[in-house]
Protein backbone atom coordinates (compact mmCIF):
# COMPACT_ATOMS: atom_id res chain seq x y z
CA UNK A 1 0.00 0.00 0.00
CA UNK A 2 0.81 3.77 -0.32
CA UNK A 3 0.40 6.37 1.97
CA UNK A 4 0.76 10.01 1.87
CA UNK A 5 0.61 12.27 5.19
CA UNK A 6 1.14 16.23 4.82
CA UNK A 7 1.93 18.02 7.51
CA UNK A 8 2.68 22.34 8.09
CA UNK A 9 -1.10 23.39 7.94
CA UNK A 10 -2.35 26.12 10.56
CA UNK A 11 -3.56 29.84 10.82
CA UNK A 12 -1.47 32.97 9.30
CA UNK A 13 -1.86 36.25 9.24
CA UNK A 14 -2.63 37.91 5.45
CA UNK A 15 1.06 38.53 4.46
CA UNK A 16 2.59 35.79 6.18
CA UNK A 17 4.10 32.33 5.77
CA UNK A 18 3.85 28.38 5.65
CA UNK A 19 5.57 25.72 4.71
CA UNK A 20 3.56 22.48 3.49
CA UNK A 21 5.33 19.35 3.51
CA UNK A 22 4.18 16.12 2.09
CA UNK A 23 5.58 12.54 2.28
CA UNK A 24 5.02 9.44 0.44
CA UNK A 25 5.94 5.96 2.30
CA UNK A 26 4.76 2.22 1.33
CA UNK A 27 6.00 0.13 -2.13
CA UNK A 28 6.66 2.74 -4.32
CA UNK A 29 9.21 2.19 -7.51
CA UNK A 30 8.85 6.16 -8.41
CA UNK A 31 7.13 8.99 -8.40
CA UNK A 32 6.23 10.72 -11.69
CA UNK A 33 4.31 13.74 -10.55
CA UNK A 34 3.85 15.88 -7.21
CA UNK A 35 1.23 17.88 -6.66
CA UNK A 36 -0.72 20.50 -4.23
CA UNK A 37 -4.19 21.02 -4.98
CA UNK A 38 -6.65 22.74 -2.41
CA UNK A 39 -10.39 22.89 -1.85
CA UNK A 40 -11.70 26.30 -0.43
CA UNK A 41 -15.79 26.08 1.10
CA UNK A 42 -18.25 25.86 -1.54
CA UNK A 43 -15.48 25.97 -4.36
CA UNK A 44 -14.36 22.87 -6.45
CA UNK A 45 -10.91 21.11 -5.78
CA UNK A 46 -8.32 23.40 -7.72
CA UNK A 47 -4.44 22.70 -8.69
CA UNK A 48 -2.37 24.70 -6.88
CA UNK A 49 1.50 23.81 -8.26
CA UNK A 50 2.79 21.01 -9.97
CA UNK A 51 6.45 19.44 -10.13
CA UNK A 52 7.93 16.81 -12.61
CA UNK A 53 10.13 13.93 -11.98
CA UNK A 54 12.75 16.34 -14.22
CA UNK A 55 12.10 19.28 -11.64
CA UNK A 56 9.52 21.26 -14.42
CA UNK A 57 7.15 22.94 -12.26
CA UNK A 58 3.79 24.53 -13.02
CA UNK A 59 1.41 27.26 -11.04
CA UNK A 60 -2.28 28.39 -10.69
CA UNK A 61 -2.40 32.00 -11.66
CA UNK A 62 -3.29 33.01 -8.32
CA UNK A 63 -0.11 31.58 -6.48
CA UNK A 64 2.86 32.72 -8.86
CA UNK A 65 5.64 34.39 -7.38
CA UNK A 66 3.90 34.11 -4.31
CA UNK A 67 4.17 29.96 -3.88
CA UNK A 68 7.04 27.61 -4.41
CA UNK A 69 7.04 23.52 -5.23
CA UNK A 70 9.78 21.67 -4.37
CA UNK A 71 10.96 17.95 -4.12
CA UNK A 72 13.28 15.49 -2.26
CA UNK A 73 13.12 12.29 -4.94
CA UNK A 74 15.51 10.41 -2.67
CA UNK A 75 13.05 10.70 0.49
CA UNK A 76 9.99 10.65 -1.52
CA UNK A 77 8.65 14.24 0.08
CA UNK A 78 7.50 17.25 -1.40
CA UNK A 79 6.91 20.52 0.01
CA UNK A 80 4.88 24.13 -0.79
CA UNK A 81 6.55 27.07 0.63
CA UNK A 82 3.76 29.60 0.62
CA UNK A 83 4.84 33.31 1.01
CA UNK A 84 2.69 36.73 1.34
CA UNK A 85 -0.58 34.47 2.16
CA UNK A 86 -4.01 36.09 1.43
CA UNK A 87 -7.41 35.58 3.12
CA UNK A 88 -8.24 34.11 -0.28
CA UNK A 89 -5.71 31.31 0.16
CA UNK A 90 -7.70 29.70 3.05
CA UNK A 91 -8.86 26.23 1.98
CA UNK A 92 -7.74 22.77 2.49
CA UNK A 93 -4.79 21.67 0.87
CA UNK A 94 -3.97 18.09 -0.29
CA UNK A 95 -0.95 16.76 -1.53
CA UNK A 96 -1.03 14.57 -4.72
CA UNK A 97 1.02 12.14 -6.43
CA UNK A 98 1.30 9.98 -9.86
CA UNK A 99 3.19 7.16 -8.86
CA UNK A 100 3.93 3.56 -9.98
CA UNK A 101 3.84 0.82 -7.47
CA UNK A 102 6.70 -1.88 -6.79
CA UNK A 103 5.41 -4.95 -9.25
CA UNK A 104 3.37 -2.71 -11.67
CA UNK A 105 4.22 -1.12 -14.63
CA UNK A 106 0.40 1.30 -14.59
CA UNK A 107 0.40 5.15 -13.20
CA UNK A 108 -1.94 5.28 -10.30
CA UNK A 109 -2.56 8.82 -8.70
CA UNK A 110 -2.81 8.89 -4.54
CA UNK A 111 -3.70 11.96 -2.28
CA UNK A 112 -3.40 12.76 1.21
CA UNK A 113 -5.87 13.21 3.83
CA UNK A 114 -5.29 16.88 3.91
CA UNK A 115 -4.27 19.90 5.80
CA UNK A 116 -6.48 22.93 7.25
CA UNK A 117 -4.30 26.68 5.96
CA UNK A 118 -6.59 29.57 7.21
CA UNK A 119 -5.29 33.19 6.27
CA UNK A 120 -6.91 35.68 9.07
CA UNK A 121 -5.57 38.39 11.35
Known amino acids: QVQLVESGGGLVQPGGSLRLSCAASGSIFSINTMAWYRQAPGKERELVAR???????NYADSVKDRFTISRDNARNTWSLQMNSLKPEDTAVYYC???????????????WGQGTQVTVSS
Open 96 to 110: NADLIRLGYTSVFRY
Open 51 to 57: ITSEGST
